[in-house]
């Protein structure tokens, strides 16, 4: 092993334009807040041993991708976005790759979607 190498990923910073909407989609899914809130500028939220960390904006202009959110179901995560009135953009389905996964918009367009490896 090379030292410098790239180890795990620590956090993702994503911009959103409304706190308190996106600190009430992140929550409704079980994002746990633990700095900030919905009337602040930062926001972080663990995920695991990482964070989700939310940037407040003027407004978001590049739609980047998405990024991916590991479940321990995630069939009754699905179950919970629906229960919270989220709309997920699919049905949890199982991919060629090896994971069943879904995917869900949040407020600013950012696409989340949580997955399981089949195996």
Known sequence: MSAGRPESLSAVTI???DMGASCAFYGALGFEVVHGGPDAA???CAVGPGFLNLQLVERTEVRWGRFIV?????????ERALAAGLTPSMPPSDAPWGER????????GHEVSFARPLR
């Open 15 to 17: 911009g959103v334009t």
């Open 101 to 108: 996964y879904f995917h869900i918009d949040d407020p600013d």
């Open 42 to 44: 930062f926001t972080s």
């Open 70 to 78: 590991h479940v321990d179901d995630v069939d009754a995560m699905h």
